[in-house]
């Protein structure tokens, strides 16, 4: 089975940027949905971003016109551009991937991301 990794997390200032790489262990290929949640100390983990197989995207309204979600398919990797960064945005992200046709779904082991004022 595919194996996600997440990294490029870290602590930042606000209104710095990171980017997150989510390399899979195999082909992404099969993957419907490829998307990136995250999750707060005493929240419910939530959905940032995601990209369908055929390009299109979605953000959350929270970080719309600051992250930017994107694949690679010849690396495996998904990514996710995080620019203007607040504190609010502090959490452990988690990569996700999906495949529809045999209901597969995936998930890295998290990084964290932290934003200081």
């Known amino acids: 089975q595919v194996q996600l990794v997440e990294s490029g997390g870290g602590l930042v200032q606000a209104g710095g940027s990171l980017r997150l790489s989510c390399a899979a262990s195999?082909?992404?290929?099969?993957?419907?949905?490829m998307g990136w949640y995250r999750q707060a100390p005493g929240n419910e983990r939530e959905l940032v971003a995601r990209?369908?197989?055929?390009?299109?995207?979605e953000y959350a309204s929270s970080v719309k016109g600051r992250f930017s979600i994107s694949r690679d398919y010849a690396k495996n990797t998904v990514y996710l551009q995080m620019n203007s960064l607040k504190p609010e945005d502090t959490a452990v992200y988690y990569c996700?991937?999906?495949?529809?046709?045999?209901?597969?779904?995936?998930w890295g082991q998290g990084t964290q991301v932290t934003v200081s004022s």
């Open positions: 195999g082909s992404i290929l099969m993957f419907n949905v």
């Open positions: 990209i369908i197989s055929g390009g299109s995207t």
């Open positions: 996700n991937m999906h495949d529809a046709t045999r209901g597969i779904s995936i």
